[in-house]
DNA sequence: CTGCAATATGCAAGCGCTTTCTACGGGGGA
DNA sequence: TCCCCCGTAGAAAGCGCTTGCATATTGCAG
């Protein structure tokens, strides 16, 4: 079984009798067409499985719309559930989505981004603030729709659909201050590349430098994965903290299984907290005080944004607030 | 800002005073262009930040391919890994892809396939095996290159990268009756249009069939998410089974947080499995028995069939085996 | 019946790119 | 010195579709 040659808009033409002007109104706007007329193409349509080619409409015409986003990996519950809402309200506006990660190097992400736009995207929704020079001159130079997500900025840096990471990071610390722990550690992602990791250290940083007698005594690099988290665990402990704040679930979690191997009991003798709130911190025993990322909202505020750009509108950026989420793992530490 | 005119290849052309023939070759072929043509060529084309257009090309040539993949959900970190391992696969080969969801509705299927089909899809990577007639006659008729992943079946239905979730599911039930259970309860996804969730019932069902005195004392049926799967466990958990077999991880560690909020030990009361083996499991106290699905190696092997189709040969199917992953949520039942 | 406005359909010109065929030089072998 | 061939670049024909404009039809008022 060979593929047969996908059917064109002639081949309907020669099957309904009619001409592929017809065919193409009786497609796009079926108002233009008689019943009679349109009952045949249809049945043609059915009958060679024809499909109109994108190519060739995205070229005739300039109403087929198609956004592109580029995230770091999929294969983060965090993002995914945002990719999810974004997709979702981007497919009720008739608008494909296409796809394409970087894998954290932000050296990928133009290529990806040309990629993407080769296949006609005609806007994008790019995650954090930070890429380099060369990637912000080609957006800049191309002058192309983008919202930017999971983070926010001045109005100047784009258009946000996100939250403050700092600010977040911040609230999560001064929470754990206020809970009476002075010697924190942190365990946070990979801040090479990575403008959200860096932003929420500072704002862990900031906090602990606020507060009298409190110091932040470890401070591990990890990838979102949990045996990575572990093993940041295993070096930050050495340093005692009270307290570990963990920048993303995954980190918190992958140190509460660490820790719980390790026979430390948490948050006995040290409270561990997550950030993204994603099902993970609630399984996690005990379940992960976190930090509610609002991620289905911020994805379809990015598709809302990025439409209305489209559209020729110039949005606001759209802030979300973040708040904790008060659970088990954090307690005043052992005094 | 307004969005100016994306730059075509003539006015490439135009900057670098060569012929348009001359810079698609460029682009195409740069051996067959003198050197010093070609880097004034790229000149041009930085300055302007050209991108060349999918849908021309796609149009005058046929070797731009795309594919696209039609999933529930991005949302459940069970397709994830896997769509990302395609995913690489598919970007180390040049190949763009194209995502979709259906929510899991198998009417929407059909909408998404032909929806990247305009898109310019070439092939997709379809879940599972049972879909609505009208889709099998439309992949029929238009005989698109395909692969069906995280399901097996026989060669007739179509080229698989992915496993026997029957077999899979049977050989836990097994585990679970050989470790003494015998009153067992089964909390599944939702069985309505999901073929794989069906398969596993019918495994764990077959199982328990074949073994004298043991009894399926409940059947929950659960949407994957963490509260549905605490609810479902409460419904099952009334028909007193020693060990409840979950359907996924979700499922399972849904089980696992709400039995602990119910004060039910885990595995002393009762125990719990899960399936797929993702994070969640590893996080779960007790740590979920479950069953490794090959997830990367199923999306990579996916990528490689789809790719082997669309350059015209005729891949076999890669059914991978499934194995059982013994962690602490799984022990004999009380005596 | 005729004439005219609608309404329904066809014609043909592109959209931006690739690719075949052709043209032009220039270097090396005879 | 002349030719031929190779390397390089241009001209032009589509790829499958949309759409403005032209051309039938049809229906209805007069």
Redesign the interface.
Known sequence: ????Q?PTIDDVAKVAGVSTATISRAINDPDKVAKATRDRINAAIDE??Y?????????ASSRFK?VGAVIP?????MF??G??AF??AL?EAGV??????T?YDPEAELRQI???????ASGLMLIGTERPEATRR?LN?????HVLTWAAGPADEGVFAGFDNRRAAKSMAEHVLAMGHRKIAMIAGISAGNDRVAERIAGVRAAIEACDGAELVALAESPYL?QNAGDAFDEVWAAKPTAIIGGSD?LG??A??RA?ARGVSVPGDVSVTGFDDI??S????PALTTLRVPQIEMGRAAAEILLAQLAGGTPKSAIFETEIVERASLAPPRS
């Open positions: 079984m060979t593929q047969n996908p060679l499985g499909t109109p080619h994108f190519g060739a409409r995205a070229m198609t990996t999929m294969a983060n519950a995914a559930s990719m999810q997709q979702e497919s494909t989505m296409l796809v394409a990660t894998g040309r990629a993407l736009m080769t296949q006609g080609f130079l191309r002058n192309v729709p949990l995954v979690a992958g509460v299984v719980r099902g993970l609630l399984v996690s025993a």
